[in-house]
């Protein structure tokens, strides 16, 4: 199957094939994905519909028939990016070869009607249940046939539309009332690392409809009757995202997440093994599990979350398959187990992507979340002593209501004592309908852009520092890029090892003995000496290379 493969066939409700069919007047798609790893999920979910349908996919949106900008809605810059971003693909139906441009992603899910109204450039904006229509609805667009401008779930009434007026951005609180089911803590369970968890909706409380099943289920499973994994579509690079489960039952207070990304809902093991095997077969060398909340995985399913580990496991003995690495791991909610399976398995990167928000009590607290630097402190350490080499990402807010000079100086400290490798630093902004949108002691958010960029500062020296440590260590180090000057002479080799996650961690530059860029291939492991760093990416020198 070629680099671009997707499944090649469509199947019919009574398991037989059909024939690929072209969408009338596309010839071309390009899908500009803004936000997280699930996004990117979602959109080779996107192509591999329209691959299916015979549209071919492209990288450039400037050369495209049909533009999808899959948008992110998580924070303030992100919203804002959104538009800026549909606002320039909506300029190419002028300046390129664009005959219609569709908003989805988060924000078309969250405000179409809001979207509609201050971007009527845009041809229609699709919710997550219009996903599995898009090629009927490009193809509506396209021939000039009625359709459905606004695809999605109407929102709660809004008492004004979004602004277009850039670059500040201007959207209205939602009306909508909070979840109104009350917060549990559930048992404690003795294997939890850090004896506590966190409060989140109740497992009886009800969904938003009768079934629990949403269309971008659906899509996780198309074709139902057929191979039971995404239709999606694999550029062929060394790695690509798994996605093991949507929605989320936590109850942070900052996070608007589980209003429109529903209840949490987990992917069957089997129907993982599936598509990691696909995954795997197209080329991807390395798999990153990816969902809102991780460590939620298999709570909804026969066995709960004690069959993490052997999830884990599973996936990791998937054949050719080199490095599996887990991503937005809640520490409320990490075991003992998975904390071993994770630290001492050998095609499991012993990478902890922590989501710790904050360290200061009071303000974890507020956040409707648990732990604070001490607890979290212990659990750094506690991995540390399964696997001294371990590597730690987490995120931060700054200037969350009530946040203190004190609580500041407290994530300072533990920034230094726990030396993480990777940190991501955000002022909060706040999110319509949030309990903390209407929380007392809101701080200036040009005193939380200052608290951003003095954390920032000190964690780039912590950082560095960290890369430092790895001089003098081999790695094992997949092959990702190969950069050539004009004259096409191989100027650069760029990998990862278990060091580095994709799209936001560093890079390793691969060098000869003499110095010189190495010419390997693409999706090529080869064992190399860590020889400099420069900031925090890593010059490696290398030795040999799996065959």
């Known amino acids: 199957m070629d680099a671009d493969a997707t499944l090649p066939v469509a199947v019919s409700p009574t398991g037989g094939t059909a024939p690929l069919t072209r969408a009338a007047g596309a010839s071309s798609v390009a899908i500009v994905t803004l936000g997280c790893g699930r996004n990117e999920v979602d959109s080779d979910q996107l192509a591999g519909l329209f691959h299916r349908e015979g549209v071919d996919i492209v990288d450039d949106p400037a050369t495209a028939d049909v533009v999808l900008v899959n948008t992110c809605t998580f924070i303030a810059p992100a919203k804002q990016e959104s538009i800026d971003t549909v606002l320039e693909a909506c300029d190419l139906k002028g300046e390129g070869t664009a005959r219609a441009v569709l908003v989805v992603g988060c924000m078309a899910e969250r405000y179409p009607d809001e979207l509609a109204e201050a971007i009527p450039e845009a041809d229609a904006i699709v919710g997550f249940d219009g996903y599995g229509r898009l090629p009927q609805l490009v193809d509506d667009v396209l021939s000039g046939r009625p359709y459905e401008r606004v695809a999605a779930r109407a929102p709660a009434p809004q008492d004004a539309p979004l602004r277009r007026g850039l670059p500040l951005l201007s959207i209205t609180p939602t009306t909508a009332e909070p979840p109104t089911e009350t917060a549990v803590v559930p048992e404690l369970d003795p294997t939890l690392a850090l004896g506590l968890e966190a409060t989140e909706l109740p497992p009886e409380a009800a969904r938003p409809t009768a079934d629990p099943r949403t269309a971008q289920d659906d899509l996780d499973r198309v074709p139902a009757t057929g191979p039971r994994f995404p239709v999606r579509r694999h550029d062929g690079r060394p790695w690509a995202y798994l996605k093991l489960a949507s929605g989320c039952d936590r109850l942070c207070t900052f996070c608007a997440i589980p209003s429109f990304r529903g209840r949490f809902r987990s992917r069957p093991l089997d129907e993982l093994v599936a598509e990691a095997s696909w995954l795997v077969d197209q080329g991807a060398r390395e798999l990153v599990l990816v969902s809102e909340n991780t460590t939620s995985w298999g709570k909804d399913l026969d066995g709960g979350r004690d069959g993490q580990s052997a999830m884990v496991e599973t996936l990791a003995d998937v054949d050719g ?147 430092r440590r790895f001089v003098g ?75």
Do not use: C
């Not at 937005?328 to 928000?357: C, M, R, W």
């Open 321 to 467: 398959l080199e490095r599996l690495r887990l991503m937005y791991l809640q520490p409320a909610e990490l075991t003992v187990p998975l904390l071993e399976t994770i630290a001492g398995h050998p095609k499991v990167a012993s990478y902890f992507d922590l989501s710790l928000q904050h360290v200061s009590g009071p303000v974890v607290r507020r956040m409707a979340r648990s732990g604070d630097h001490v607890r979290f402190g212990a659990l750094i350490e506690r991995i540390r002593d399964l696997d001294p080499h371990a590597v730690f990402r987490s995120n931060f807010i700054l200037g969350f209501p009530g946040e203190t000079e004190q609580d500041v100086r407290i994530l300072e400290d533990f920034l230094v004592e726990q030396q993480l490798d990777w940190v991501g630093l955000f002022a909060y902004s706040p999110e319509d309908g949030t309990p903390a949108e209407r929380m007392p002691d809101q701080v200036d958010p040009a005193e939380a852009a200052d608290r951003v960029e003095r954390l920032a500062e000190l964690q780039e020296r912590v950082a560095d520092a960290a890369a």
């Open 473 to 547: 260590r081999e790695l094992e180090i997949t092959v990702e890029e190969l950069h050539t000057d004009e004259d096409d002479e191989l100027e650069l080799t760029v990998g990862r090892s278990y060091r580095e996650a994709p799209d936001t961690d560093g890079e390793v530059q691969l060098v000869s003995p003499e110095g010189f860029a190495v010419d390997l291939p693409l999706g090529r492991t080869v064992t190399a000496e860590v020889v400099d760093a420069v900031g925090v990416d890593l010059v490696a020198r290398v030795h040999r290379a799996r065959a």
